[in-house]
């Protein structure tokens, strides 16, 4: 299957889930994004979106030094999951971010198969 033809079913699988609970939730989640965005401004949310993976890199390295922290860094996730959401609007590149998802793990792909 193709990159396009997997991005059209992706696409195709969000209209699925659009129809449902998560449908609601997201149009939900968007319109809270849209009033940060009001609120705050974009710019203000870029940079938050920058503060929140710095403090995802911070509890990952206390992890790579022996601290159990898995619910701080499930929280920090939680958070720049949802500033990524909220950049993919800011710039409008939500289809982009899509494709470039499926190239990257495409090559991923590639590689952890030539090393078997």
Known sequence: MSIKERLIG???????DNAGYGGRRKMKSQAI???AFYLWGKPSQI?????????LMKELMK????????????????????????LELIFDCKD???L??????E???G?????E
């Open 10 to 16: 992706a696409k195709e699988m969000n209209g699925k």
């Open 96 to 98: 982009d971010v899509a």
């Open 47 to 55: 940079l938050m979106g920058v503060e929140e993976m710095s403090e």
């Open 33 to 35: 994004y849209r009033k």
């Open 100 to 105: 470039f998802k499926i190239k990257k793990l």
């Open 111 to 115: 590689m952890v198969n030539v090393k």
């Open 63 to 86: 992890a790579m030094r022996g601290k159990e922290n898995k619910e701080a860094i499930a929280e920090e996730i939680a958070d720049v999951q949802i500033m990524v959401e909220q």
């Open 107 to 109: 090559r991923l792909e």
